[in-house]
Every structure is written in C-alpha cells, then in structure tokens.
C-alpha cells in the first residue's frame, strides 16, 4: 500500500496505487503513524501514476491536517497535473501551506532546505 525512507532528513513516504474508497482510512493509518514516528522530519507524500486518484487526494488532504496540526512541513509531488491542480483547489489554508510539486527529487531538496533554514 506504501514505502517509505529518509532521504536528507526527510520522510518521503510513496503510495504505488489507488488505495481505492476502502482503503483511505488504513492508509491515512500508516501515514499518521510514520509522521508521528519520524517527528519533526518534514514530509514528502508521493503520489506514482496510478495512485494520483481522488481517493488518494483525499487522504494526502488529510495527511496534511495532520501535519499542520503537528507543526511539520509537508510536500506532495505528483506527475499528474490533473492532481496536481485538484490538490492545490483543495488544501486546507488555515495551517502550514501544501507544497506541491512535480517531481519528486525537487520536493525533497526543497523540503530539505527549509527544514535546515
């Protein structure tokens, strides 16, 4: 259902498919498990091709409350503009801002940098 590894200090978790509607929940699960594990590393969501779905929208929206909540830094790339876009209407702007990008090599670096600003 996911992967996940530190890359420079940051946890980089990837969700390969569509957790489908069933699946949101669990996967919000293990995502609220890392983040709080890895505390306070920032947090790269991203999202492969066959996982740019709105279920999976929703849970990295979710996965986003969180981590403002938690005061951590978290970024989501994906390829899909589509989902890109949908993820950009959609964030929660009252927290810490979703960073959205397209690759994600650039969404590591840059939530690198800002963790070590």
Not at 15 to 29: F, T
Not at 32 to 53: N, S
């Amino acid at each position: 259902m996911l992967s996940h590894a530190l890359e420079r200090g940051v946890l980089v978790i990837t969700v390969p498919s569509d957790p489908g509607i069933d699946g949101r929940a669990p996967l919000l699960e293990k995502i609220g498990g890392l983040v709080r594990a890895h505390r306070p590393a920032p947090v790269v969501i991203v999202l492969d091709e066959p996982a740019a779905t709105g279920a999976a929208v929703s849970v990295v929206l979710r996965a986003h409350r969180l981590c403002s909540g938690l005061g951590i830094l978290m970024s989501v790339a994906t390829h899909s503009a589509p989902t890109r876009r949908l993820l950009e209407a959609n964030a929660d702007t009252s927290g810490t801002r979703l960073v959205i990008h397209a690759h994600a090599d650039t969404a590591v670096t840059a939530a690198a940098f800002a963790a070590a600003a």
